[in-house]
C-alpha cells in the first residue's frame, strides 16, 4: 500500500505538481496594468526571471509611474515553463484583474499558448523571452508583439559567423519542444544555403543534467560544429560536458545558439571563453547602454542580458503607445504600437512589422579569456553588428496572414 | 563494423559506460534512501536537497576558505550529515509516532525551503566548480573517451555503496541499527540508545547524498535545481529495487542508469521517461520490487 502511495506521489511529481502563484494586485479600472509572465523558479529563471520584473518596474519609474493620468502596476506570476499554467494565468489576468497586457513570456511553448488566449481577448501581449519565429509567422496576432530577438536572429547571427570560419558540417543537440525545431531548422537552413551540410541532431528533454550520451553521439558524428538548440542551463550543462569529453579539445567547435550575459556568469569564463553569441544588448556596449546596466545591477545585483533590457523596452514602449493612442483600447494601442519607431538603448532605430516583429540590430559576440576581463561582468568583445533587416525576417516572407 | 541493434559497437559501448557513470549516482542516492526508508521509515523527500547542499557546501568551502576537493569530499558529508542530524533531533523525530506520510510532507517541505533559499542566494544557473587538478583530462578507450573524473565517480562510488552495505550488513552496529527497527523497545531495553541510532542513521543518509552531490559538482553545474532533477528518479529507482532493500536500491541503481542510457541512442525523446515506464511494468509485476520483500 505504501508503495503505491509513493509510486502514484513520485510519478505525480515527475508530471509537474503545479504550485500556481496567484498574481497579486487587486482589480480596479483606473489603472494600466502589466503582467510580467515567465519562468521564476526553473532552467531559465537566471535567463529572464525575477529581474524581468524588476526590469518591467524600472521602465515604470522612468515613464513616471503614471499614463493618461492614471497610475501603471506591474503584476508578475511563475509559469513554471507550462504552457497549461501559462495560459490559464493569462485568462485570469485578462478575465478578471484587467491586466491589460502580458510581456516577456520566456519558452516558445508557452509563448505560443499565450498568445493564442491573448489574441482571443483581443489582448494586446509583448514576447521578449521567447525565441520561436512563429509568433511573428503562423502564429502571429495583430495584437501581438515579438520584441527581443528570435531563431532567425540567432541562427543567422552565430550559425552565420561559425560557417564563415569554415565550420560546414553540423550537428544539432535540440531541446525537444517548439523552440528547439525552430532553431534547429532556422540554423540548419542557414547553413544549406550556404553550402554546409548537416550530418545529423538528437533530441533531448528540457532541463537534462547529463549530455555525455548526447555529446558522444555528436562527437563520432565527425561534425565540425556541434549546434546546441537549446538554453538556459541546458546549455551550461552541455558546454561543461563537452570539454570533460573532449570535444572542444579535438577540434569541433560548439555553437551556442542561445546563450546570454546570465549564463555565460553561471559558467563562467574559464569554460565559456572562445563562444561565439548573438545577443541583441551588451551592457559594455557604449555609455547609453552602461547608464541603465549601472542602475540595473544595483537593485538586482546582476547586469542585465537582452531579456531584461527588451523587457524594459517593451514596457517603456508600451507606455509611449498608450499615451499617443490615449486610450488603453486594444485595438488603438496595437495601431500606435504597430507605426511608432522605437529608439532608446536597447533598439536603435528599431521599427515594428505588420506581423508584429520588432526589428532593432543585433550583435555578435565572443566571450574574452579569463585574463582579457578587466572587470566583473566583462565577458564579451564585441565582433560584429548585425543590421536588423539582415537579422530578422522580411514580414513579408514571414508567412504571417497579417502581411498583404 | 560490428553493428548492435543496428548501431555500431563502438558508440553502444560508449553508452554503456555512460550509463554506468550515471547509475554510479543514482546507486548512491538511493542507497542512503534506502538507508533512511528501511531503519526509520522515512520517505526522504529532502534527499534531493540533501545531494544539493553538498555540492554547493563544497564550492562554498572552496570559495570562501580555499579548501580542495579532496578535504571537501570528507568534510561537505560530515557537515550536511550534522545538518541532518539536528533536522532529525530537533524536527522529525517527532513525527516518528504518526503515519509515515508527515514525515514524507515534512521531508519535502523541508527540501523546497533549501531549494528555495538557495535560488534566492544563487540563481538557477547555477555556478562552476572545476575538476580536481589531479583527475583531469581523459584516456581514449578506443570506442570512447573516458574523462579521468568520470571513471573515478564509477570507483568511489562502487566503493561507499559497498562499505554502506557491509556496514550495516555486517557490523555490530549495523546489526543494533537493524534490530532496532524490529522491534525498538526491546532494543533500548538493552541498554541501546535507540532515538541516536535513529539520528545517526539519518545523519548518515544525509551524508551519503552530500558525497554524491561533491562528486557531482565538476561534473554539472553546482545548481540548486540539480537536487529536485534527480530525485524523482532516485525515487524511483528505490522503488523499483524495493523499498527498504539495500542491496536493491545499488544494483538498480546501475541498472537504470543503463536502462537510460541507452534508451538516449535509440530513442533520446524518452530517456526521462523510461525509467518510469520500467517502475510501472515492475510495481504491476512484482509490486515489492525487484529485491523487495513482501511485507
Redesign the interface.
Known amino acids: 500500500m505504501?508503495?503505491?502511495?509513493?509510486?502514484s506521489?513520485?510519478?505525480l511529481?515527475?508530471s509537474g505538481t503545479a504550485f500556481a502563484q496567484t498574481a497579486s494586485g487587486a482589480a480596479s479600472d483606473g489603472k494600466v496594468k502589466i503582467g510580467i509572465l515567465n519562468d521564476q523558479?526553473?532552467?531559465?529563471?537566471?535567463?529572464g526571471?525575477k529581474s524581468s520584473v524588476e526590469a518591467a518596474r524600472m521602465a515604470v519609474e522612468d515613464f513616471g509611474g503614471k499614463v493618461l493620468g492614471v497610475p501603471v502596476e506591474i503584476v508578475d506570476a511563475d509559469h513554471q515553463n507550462k504552457a497549461d499554467i501559462a495560459s490559464n494565468i493569462a485568462r485570469q489576468w485578462y478575465d478578471t484583474q484587467q491586466v491589460d497586457a502580458i510581456m516577456e513570456l520566456t519558452t516558445s511553448s508557452v509563448a505560443l499558448a499565450v498568445q493564442s488566449v491573448a489574441k482571443e481577448k483581443k489582448k494586446i501581449d509583448i514576447v521578449t523571452g521567447a525565441a520561436t519565429t512563429d509568433l511573428t509567422g503562423k502564429a502571429c496576432s495583430p495584437y501581438g508583439f515579438h520584441w527581443a530577438y528570435d531563431t532567425h536572429a540567432l541562427a543567422v547571427g552565430t550559425g552565420g559567423a561559425l560557417v564563415k570560419q569554415g565550420g560546414d558540417s553540423w550537428f544539432f543537440l535540440t531541446a525537444?519542444y517548439a523552440f528547439g525545431y525552430s532553431l534547429e531548422q532556422q540554423t540548419g537552413d542557414y547553413v544549406k544555403s550556404s553550402g554546409g551540410k548537416i550530418l545529423g541532431s538528437?533530441?533531448?528533454?528540457l532541463?537534462?543534467?547529463?549530455f555525455?550520451?548526447?555529446l558522444?553521439?555528436a562527437?563520432?558524428s565527425g561534425a565540425k560544429v556541434i549546434g546546441l538548440a537549446n538554453a538556459?542551463?541546458d546549455t551550461?550543462?552541455a558546454i561543461?560536458?563537452a570539454s570533460?569529453?573532449?570535444i572542444t579539445q579535438?577540434g569541433q567547435h560548439l555553437a551556442a545558439l542561445l546563450f546570454t550575459l546570465?549564463?555565460v556568469?553561471?559558467?563562467?569564463l574559464?569554460?565559456a571563453q572562445g563562444l561565439t553569441l548573438t545577443e541583441g544588448y551588451y551592457w559594455n556596449l557604449d555609455d547609453k547602454s552602461r547608464e541603465f546596466a549601472k542602475k540595473f545591477f544595483a537593485r538586482t545585483k546582476?547586469m542585465p542580458n537582452m531579456i531584461h533590457t527588451g523587457t524594459y523596452s517593451a514596457v517603456l514602449q508600451y507606455l509611449k503607445a498608450v499615451q499617443k493612442a490615449g486610450t488603453d483600447d486594444t485595438e488603438a494601442v496595437a495601431k500606435a504600437l504597430h507605426e511608432m519607431p522605437v529608439d532608446d538603448f536597447f533598439a536603435r532605430g528599431g521599427t515594428v512589422g505588420a506581423n508584429g516583429r520588432m526589428i532593432h540590430d543585433m550583435y555578435l559576440l565572443q566571450v574574452k579569456k579569463p585574463a582579457e576581463s578587466k572587470e566583473p561582468w566583462d565577458y564579451f568583445n564585441v565582433l560584429a553588428t548585425i543590421p536588423g533587416k539582415e537579422a530578422y525576417i522580411d514580414p513579408a516572407k514571414s508567412g504571417c496572414d497579417l502581411v498583404k | 563494423m560490428t553493428m548492435i541493434f543496428g548501431i555500431?559497437l563502438?558508440?553502444f559501448l560508449?553508452?554503456l559506460l555512460?550509463?554506468l557513470?550515471?547509475g554510479s549516482f543514482y546507486a548512491l542516492l538511493s542507497l542512503g534512501l534506502a538507508v533512511i526508508f528501511g531503519l526509520l521509515r522515512v520517505?526522504n523527500f529532502a534527499h534531493g536537497a540533501q545531494y544539493m547542499l553538498g555540492a554547493f557546501v563544497a564550492m562554498l568551502l572552496l570559495q570562501y576558505f580555499g579548501i580542495n576537493y579532496w578535504f571537501a569530499l570528507i568534510l561537505a558529508p560530515l557537515i550536511v550529515g550534522l545538518f541532518g542530524a539536528i533536522i532529525e533531533r530537533t524536527m522529525l523525530s517527532r513525527l516518528y509516532d504518526l503515519d509515515?506520510?508527515y514525515g514524507?510532507l515534512f521531508t519535502f517541505g523541508l527540501a523546497l525551503t533549501i531549494e528555495?533559499t538557495f535560488?534566492y542566494l544563487y540563481?538557477?544557473?547555477?555556478?562552476?566548480y572545476?575538476?580536481p587538478p589531479q583527475l583531469a583530462g581523459?584516456i581514449n578507450l578506443g570506442f570512447?573517451?573516458l574523462?579521468i573524473?568520470?571513471g573515478w565517480v564509477v570507483v568511489i562510488s562502487l566503493a561507499a555503496c559497498i562499505g554502506t552495505w557491509l556496514l550495516i550488513e555486517k557490523t555490530k552496529l549495523g546489526a543494533y541499527l537493524r534490530a532496532a527497527t524490529e522491534n525498538p523497545v526491546l532494543v533500548q531495553a538493552f541498554g541501546v540508545n535507540v532515538p541516536l541510532l535513529l539520528t545517526l542513521t539519518y545523519g548518515l543518509g544525509a551524508a551519503l547524498a552530500a558525497f554524491a552531490g561533491v562528486l557531482a559538482a565538476p561534473?554539472?553545474?553546482v545548481?540548486p535545481?540539480?537536487g529536485s532533477?534527480?530525485i524523482?528518479v532516485v525515487?524511483?529507482v528505490v522503488?523499483v529495487g524495493g523499498?527498504g532493500s539495500i542491496m536493491g536500491a545499488i544494483l538498480t541503481g546501475y541498472m537504470l542508469g543503463i536502462a537510460e542510457?541507452l534508451t538516449?541512442?535509440f530513442y533520446?525523446?524518452a530517456?526521462?521517461i523510461v525509467i518510469?515506464v520500467i517502475?510501472?511494468i515492475v510495481?504491476l509485476i512484482r509490486?515489492?520490487?525487484l529485491f523487495?520483500r513482501d511485507?
Open positions: 505504501r508503495k503505491t502511495v509513493l509510486a506521489l513520485a510519478l511529481l515527475a523558479s526553473g532552467v531559465y529563471a537566471d535567463f526571471g525537444d538528437v533530441r533531448h528533454p532541463s537534462t543534467s547529463d555525455s550520451s548526447f558522444l553521439q562527437q563520432s538556459g542551463l551550461a550543462n561543461k560536458q570533460e569529453f573532449g579535438g546570465a549564463e556568469h553561471g559558467l563562467g574559464e569554460a546582476k | 555500431p563502438q558508440a560508449g553508452q555512460i550509463g557513470i550515471n520517505i509515515p506520510l514524507l528555495g535560488r540563481g538557477s544557473s547555477g555556478q562552476p572545476t575538476v581523459g570512447m573517451f574523462p573524473y568520470r561534473v554539472y553545474q545548481s535545481l540539480m532533477n534527480i524523482i525515487f524511483a522503488v523499498m542510457g538516449k541512442v533520446p525523446e530517456s526521462n518510469f517502475m510501472a510495481l509490486p515489492a520490487g523487495g511485507a
